[in-house]
């Protein structure tokens, strides 16, 4: 109550006291934008006097239009206590401690800072406004803003509108303490889409809340971009297929390269492949190589290619003990993949299908041939068979071979056939009184030797022979063992020797045999003598003449009859120098060579000179004479070339080949011969010519 009371009192005592000077409004701290216009508020109460501003304590003057600052002047009512300080345009020099000061009563303002603000001007991106970067390369773009704005900037990086993370900043700070210029750097890999893009640097402050933007474009240069497409994509094997490589790429593409299965494809150099699918374009896909400037790139595409079945890995031969497993495996490589089955060679039976055949506890009636079958494909290419052979290891198997009978003491041989997996130690052959592996012992010898072609996967074949030179008795009544041993046992057969005797059909047959050999024999002795005899003969038959006793010269009976009748044949006179002429009938006629010395009647002369190829007599032409007093002779030997058939007489000819007794009992040799007497009327040269068959009387003188 007390308290309440006393301010009562003074409220009072106030009210009738005047006013003291006061501010009724003191300067603030101002930011004011460079250029602009700033103003500082001040307003007193209760004081009519002076008043002034200060600017860093340095007074401004007391009149309202502030003489010597062209900028500067104060406003508002006097009357009112009103004194504002207007500053326009702001300058960077303006910036400081503002008072407003009464100075006849004493009040001062509190001090009024005066911020300029410098806004930031528009960045700079050094290599702008089109930037050029590398694809897949990181770069660095850098935004640079002048140290003069008020407050320091920040950079920022926009992409179509949204802000870019990553940027560093950095500001360079002068030796007066000052800030200098301020930069952003933004770390960035480009990629090929980032071609033609546009960045924006934008540089913003408190005095410039919406900042100022620079804008570049982004110049890319990049490897080549490649797409690789097929058409078609999926086709039979041996058609033709088509690969289009297109590539976007800065600066341009300067060569293309094809390859398959990572090998160049020679001859390929543009951007079209047209080549003909088989069944490896499935597994080794086709790449495109594109190139510029900058790099390369490419890219590979494989192919659905339809094939029939390939055999890409055989089955092997397997080689087991009885009673263990087997396997065989094949593979087959087609698309779509084929179908595998596996059959006994021989037999329809599918024992499996898969690449793989597994047996349980084989037998030897296991051991052959299996065939690995792929079906061909839905183009009906491909497909096939392939087999391996299953030896299952046993004991020996040995054979007879069917001995061929023998005679007694002459050769035999007996044989035996042995197929044995694995081969066997040896081949023995044993008898009653010993046995015989190899070599010679007494009568025995025994070879063994591989045989032909093994008998279905028993194993290799072997074949024993046992030769028995001069076989006994014994030897057909006994049974001879051919017997073989391997590490799983021994095998073994026995062979007998079958006799042979010589049946009456084959003696018969022998003894027809022998005789017409003999025979044979004989008569080509006998020709052959005869050949010889006719020949000699021959040649002693060209001077050989026959005289036919004939008084009225006649001579016309036949051959027959002159070799009936031994009385009128005339005797055989054998010259040496008689000249025989042919008439034209071909009969030969002789001349007295005594000029009738002797009573001599006509002789016809006949000769046996054979028979001509043509079928008649072989008789020779007329042939010249000499002078009467030289001999001539007719030389027969260019006919005494044919050969005349062997017999003892011809009819034909007329002649025999032995002399008659009588041929030479009434004829001597004369010693010489005188000139010849010729009729009236004979040619000088009797000897030429034979004008008529008549045979003339030759008259001698003795």
């Given amino acids: 109550m007390l308290a309440s009371a006393l301010l009562v009192l003074l409220l009072?005592?106030?009210?009738?006291?005047?006013?003291?000077?006061?501010?009724?409004?003191?300067?603030?701290?101002?930011?004011?934008?460079?250029?602009?216009?700033?103003?500082?508020?001040?307003?007193?109460?209760?004081?009519?006097?002076?008043?002034?501003?200060?600017?860093?304590?340095?007074a401004l003057g007391g009149e309202r239009d502030l003489p010597g600052w062209s900028r500067y002047w104060i406003s508002g009512n006097t009357a009112s206590g009103q004194h504002n300080l207007h500053i326009r345009p702001v300058e960077l020099e303006d910036e400081a401690l503002y008072e407003c000061q009464a100075t006849q009563a004493g009040l001062r303002s509190r001090p009024a800072q005066l911020h300029i603000l410098v806004p930031p001007e528009a960045p700079q991106v050094l290599g702008g406004?089109?930037?050029?970067?590398?694809?897949?390369?990181?770069?660095?773009?850098?935004?640079?803003?002048?140290?003069?704005?008020?407050?320091?900037?920040?950079?920022?990086?926009?992409?179509?509108?949204?802000?870019?993370?990553?940027?560093?900043?950095?500001?360079?700070?002068?030796?007066?303490?000052?800030?200098?210029?301020?930069?952003?750097?933004?770390?960035?890999?480009?990629?090929?889409?980032?071609?033609?893009?546009?960045?924006v640097c934008r540089a913003r402050s408190q005095a410039l809340p919406t900042g100022r933007d620079t804008a570049i474009m982004l110049s890319l240069q990049y490897a080549p971009v490649v797409t690789l497409s097929a058409a078609p994509q999926t086709l039979q094997e041996g058609e033709k297929v088509t690969f289009l490589c297109q590539a976007m790429a800065q600066p341009p593409v300067t060569g293309y390269r094809w390859a398959k299965g990572g090998s160049p494809v020679l001859g390929a150099r543009g951007?079209?492949?047209?080549?003909?699918?088989?069944?490896?374009?499935?597994?080794?896909?086709?790449?495109?190589?594109?190139?510029n400037a900058v790099g390369s790139a490419n890219r590979s595409t494989a192919l659905d290619v339809l094939f029939g079945p390939i055999l890409q890995a055989k089955p092997k031969p397997t080689s087991v003990d009885?009673?263990?497993?087997?396997?065989?495996?094949?593979?087959?490589?087609?698309?779509?993949?084929?179908?595998?089955?596996?059959?006994?060679?021989?037999?329809?039976?599918?024992?499996?299908?898969?690449?793989?055949?597994?047996?349980?506890?084989?037998?030897?009636?296991?051991?052959g041939d299996y065939v690995c079958r792929a079906e061909p494909g839905t183009s009906g290419l491909g497909g096939g068979a392939a087999e391996a052979r299953l030896t299952v290891n046993a004991p020996p198997v040995v054979t007879a071979l069917r001995p061929t009978p023998a005679f007694l003491r002459g050769p035999a041989r007996l044989q035996c056939l042995v197929f044995a997996s694995p081969s066997p130690e040896a081949v023995v052959w044993s008898w009653d009184e010993g046995f015989l592996a190899a070599g010679s012992r007494g009568r025995f010898l025994v070879e063994t030797f591989p045989a032909p072609e093994g008998l279905g996967g028993q194993g290799p074949g072997l074949i024993s022979v046992l030769h028995i030179a001069g076989t006994q008795e014994s030897d057909f009544s006994r049974s001879f063992n051919c017997s073989a041993r391997n590490r799983l046992g021994e095998g073994g057969t026995q062979v007998s020797l079958g006799r042979r005797v010589l049946l009456p059909t084959v003696r018969i047959i022998a003894g027809v045999a022998a005789a017409a050999t003999t025979l044979l024999v004989v008569i080509t002795g006998l020709a052959l003598c005869c050949w010889r005899h006719g020949k000699a003969s021959f040649s002693k038959q060209k001077n050989l003449v026959r005289i036919q006793g004939s008084s009225d010269g006649s001579s016309s009976r036949g051959p027959e009859e002159e070799m009936a009748s031994g009385e009128d044949r005339g005797p055989m006179v054998h010259t040496d120098h008689s000249d025989p002429g042919l008439d034209e009938e071909g009969a030969l006629e002789t001349k007295d060579p005594t000029n009738g010395y002797y009573k001599v009647r006509g002789v016809s002369v006949s000769l046996s000179l054979g028979e001509a190829p043509g079928g008649g007599l072989f008789l020779p032409p007329t042939s010249p004479f000499g002078p009467p007093t030289t001999p001539t002779f007719y030389d027969f030997s260019p006919h005494l070339g044919v050969v005349?058939?062997?017999?003892?007489?011809?009819?034909?000819?007329?002649?025999?080949?032995?002399?008659?007794?009588?041929?030479?009992?009434?004829?001597?040799?004369?010693?010489?011969?005188?000139?010849?007497?010729?009729?009236?009327?004979?040619?000088?040269?009797?000897?030429?010519?034979?004008?008529?068959?008549?045979?003339?009387?030759?008259?001698?003188?003795?």
């Avoid at 216009?37 to 004081?47: Q, V």
């Fill in 322 to 367: 009885v009673g263990e497993d087997a396997s065989f495996s094949c593979g087959w490589h087609g698309n779509p993949p084929p179908r595998v089955t596996w059959t006994r060679r021989g037999g329809a039976q599918v024992l499996g299908s898969g690449p793989t055949l597994r047996l349980r506890s084989v037998g030897s009636e296991d051991a």
């Fill in 271 to 291: 951007p079209r492949l047209e080549v003909v699918a088989d069944a490896s374009f499935l597994t080794e896909p086709v790449s495109c190589e594109v190139s």
């Fill in 12 to 58: 009072c005592f106030r009210g009738r006291a005047d006013p003291l000077p006061h501010f009724l409004q003191q300067p603030e701290d101002l930011v004011v934008l460079l250029g602009d216009e700033a103003r500082l508020p001040c307003a007193l109460g209760a004081y009519k006097g002076v008043v002034q501003w200060t600017k860093d304590g340095l």
């Fill in 644 to 702: 005349p058939p062997c017999r003892l007489y011809r009819a034909q000819a007329g002649y025999l080949t032995t002399p008659h007794p009588r041929a030479f009992t009434s004829y001597v040799k004369p010693t010489s011969f005188g000139p010849p007497d010729l009729a009236p009327g004979t040619p000088p040269f009797p000897y030429a010519a034979f004008p008529t068959r008549s045979h003339p009387r030759l008259q001698t003188h003795v």
């Fill in 129 to 199: 406004p089109a930037v050029s970067l590398v694809a897949g390369v990181p770069a660095n773009l850098t935004c640079r803003s002048r140290g003069d704005a008020r407050p320091t900037p920040e950079l920022l990086w926009f992409r179509d509108g949204v802000q870019l993370d990553g940027a560093t900043f950095r500001q360079t700070l002068l030796k007066e303490g000052t800030t200098g210029p301020v930069e952003s750097t933004l770390s960035l890999t480009p990629s090929s889409q980032d071609d033609g893009a546009t960045l």
